[in-house]
């Protein structure tokens, strides 16, 4: 059964964002539900993938173990380790169940904390034109799909629901957070990739790149929030199929870009602008498929 949108009677909605409906749990804690919803080139579609809340949320889950105090302790986390179900009236369990996270209330940092390992998307277009992403240097001769050097930091400026993220450079993330701050995510964003690199090159999942989001509690403890290392927020590829020059099959919401690149609204080619175009049940299945395959090869 799927859940495009929650809605929780019992708690005050505080946000409705392109995944999750997060709701108040007193002053200090946020209940997030992972709806089915899936947005591409930040627009939402109107049809849900079944099963992508509680596929997002077991691997969220599964990474935050790996990384956080349980597992790696590279930095603090989020969760409350409550159980969900038991801040919601009986008759919305079923709402929660399996997809949604009771964490902590944090003052959000207004950067996505991007890094990548290898070269894609308008990573690679940027290449291209500068032989450089987000303003730091590359070597030339790469090709789409290259794996990096080293992995690399390229942040992006949070955009409002609907609107698109920006990609800014180090320097330009320093004047909106302070050099500190900065230098903090940065150093852990860099951290948590190289560790979620290694554990999922176990599996033969190469993450070519992902995005962190962190806050900062009552005592200014930085702590990594928010969804992690999902196929929501990174690109999976499969480790044996891989080549420099091609775009690899991925596990992730890039089969359903590209079927968008393609699709038309009206008779006139989709401009990437509300509304989406709907989904065939073809497409909707596709897409499921694969984040349920990155997940069944990460936690195999």
């Not at 505080?14 to 002053?27: I, S, W």
């Not at 987000?134 to 942040?155: D, H, K, Y």
């Not at 359903?256 to 609204?265: F, I, P, S």
Request: glycine share 8%.
């Amino acid at each position: 059964m799927s859940l495009h949108t929650s809605n929780l009677h019992s708690l005050p909605l505080l946000a409705r964002g392109k995944v999750r409906d997060n709701y108040a749990v007193g002053e200090d804690r946020i209940l997030m539900v992972a709806s089915d919803r899936i947005s591409a080139f930040d627009v939402i579609m109107g049809e849900p993938i079944p099963g992508k809340g509680e596929l997002l949320t077991r691997m969220a889950l599964y990474w935050f173990d790996q990384l956080g105090p349980k597992g790696r302790n590279i930095c603090p986390i989020h969760l409350t380790g409550e159980d969900p179900t038991s801040v919601v009236a009986p008759d919305e369990v079923e709402q929660v169940r399996g997809r949604a996270m009771l964490v902590k209330r944090l003052r959000p940092i207004p950067v996505e904390a991007v890094v990548r390992g290898y070269l894609a998307g308008s990573g690679w277009q940027e290449y291209q034109q500068s032989q450089s992403v987000c303003g730091v240097p590359l070597p030339p001769g790469l090709r789409n799909a290259s794996r990096l050097p080293e992995p690399i930091f390229t942040p992006a400026a949070k955009a409002a629901v609907g609107e698109h993220d920006e990609n800014i450079t180090f320097e330009q993330m320093v004047a909106l957070i302070g050099a500190d701050l900065a230098e903090r995510i940065r150093r852990l964003s860099l951290q948590l990739y190289v560790a979620a690199r290694d554990i999922a090159a176990t599996k033969g999942i190469l993450i070519a790149d992902t995005k962190f989001e962190f806050g900062l509690d009552a005592q200014g403890t930085l702590t990594l929030m928010d969804e992690v290392l999902t196929p929501d927020s990174s690109r999976y590829w499969p480790a044996d199929t891989w080549q420099e020059g091609v775009n690899p099959p991925s596990f992730d919401k890039q089969y359903l870009r590209d079927w968008l690149e393609t699709a038309q609204v009206g008779g006139k080619p989709w401009d990437k602008s509300p509304p989406a175009p709907r989904l065939p049940q073809a497409v909707i299945a596709q897409t499921a498929a694969r984040y349920q395959e990155a997940l069944a090869r990460l936690t195999a």
